[in-house]
């Protein structure tokens, strides 16, 4: 993995109300080493009262270009009669 990401997404997610789809998605990215995550506390959004949380991801470029062809080719695979 590159030690300076070369470009941050950030993603948030609903933490109450057993909503878990932004811990997924974090956990889906380090399971496959694509990158570093660095995650808040959960806080509440005062206009909508839920608690909400932000991830932001340090893509490894490399590692996701592996990835990305990994799928393609099982995509592929997948579609030949």
């Known amino acids: 993995m590159s030690l300076r990401p070369k470009a941050f997404y950030v993603f948030t997610g609903v933490t109450s109300h057993d909503s ?9 990215i380090l399971k496959n080493k694509l990158g570093t995550i660095v995650t808040s506390v959960s806080k509440r959004n005062p206009n909508s009262g839920n608690m909400i949380q932000i991830w932001t991801w340090g893509v490894d470029k490399e590692a996701l270009i592996k990835w990305w062809h990994k799928r393609e080719a ?5 579609i030949q009669p």
């Open 20 to 28: 878990v789809y932004g811990q997924r998605l974090a956990d889906y």
């Open 74 to 78: 099982r995509k592929s695979r997948a």
